[in-house]
């Protein structure tokens, strides 16, 4: 089993937080975020898409129970799980960016591939 990282919140907001990064990921394909954010993020984006390739009305209600917005579940369903039918895993890419010039915190763009 692995761990979950905490991100410093309590486990609603963390839950929250993650369910709206992985939204803004799936609608814009592109988001910056921390790196342990990025990373906790790319696990469930990868969990997402692996639904989307399924395609069955299961999958689509599994990813509906996650994912905010209705249009990023057809968007997922329609283009992003075809796209990527015929590669396992890894459709998402963390490029580290330097630091964050307020705290100094690692940045990453989280990208799918």
Known sequence: MTTLRKLGRPTDQRKAMLRNLVTSLLRTGKIETTVTRAKET????????????????????????????????????????PKYQDRNGGYTRVLKVGPRRGDGAEMAILELV
């Not at 639904?51 to 968007?75: F, I, M, P, S, T």
């Open 42 to 81: 790319k696990r469930m984006a990868d969990k997402m898409i692996t639904l989307a390739k399924r395609g069955d009305l299961h999958a689509r209600r599994q990813v509906l129970a996650y994912v905010y917005d209705e249009d990023v579940v057809k968007k997922l369903f329609d283009e992003i799980g």
